[in-house]
């Protein structure tokens, strides 16, 4: 059975910074990566990196967000600095096996809130 557990969410000051982890279990991804839903917006891509270390950023976080992942756990990281409120969204891990079947799973999200 496959299970993401995600950690690290919390309440920051606009320009601190946050560290999220999540542990996956029960398979081998290849693609590993954070997304998340602000109230009243469709959920968006934050950050993905694969198992041979591609990484892709949205626009709105690169140079702020950095992902890393530890391939002998199985978990992957997100290190939000100069965090600003806009960046306040419940965010989600996703992890995808890749070929040959591509099978998706979400995490259950935890609460980043960025006060100004």
């Known amino acids: 059975q496959v299970q993401l557990v995600e950690s690290g969410g919390g309440l920051v000051q606009a320009g601190g910074s946050l560290r999220l982890s999540c542990a996956a279990s029960g398979s081998i991804f290849n693609v590993m990566g954070w997304y998340r839903q602000a109230p009243g917006k469709q959920r968006e891509l934050v950050a993905t990196?694969?198992?041979?270390?591609?990484?892709n950023y949205a626009h709105s976080v690169k140079g702020r967000f950095t992902i890393s992942r530890d391939n002998a756990k199985n978990t992957v990281y997100l290190q939000m600095n100069s965090l600003k409120p806009e960046d306040t969204a419940v965010y989600y891990c996703?992890?995808?096996?890749?070929?040959?079947?591509?099978?998706?799973?979400w995490g259950q999200g935890t609460q980043v809130t960025v006060s100004s």
């Open positions: 990196l694969t198992s041979g270390g591609t990484t």
């Open positions: 996703n992890a995808n096996t890749g070929h040959p079947y591509y099978l998706n799973y």
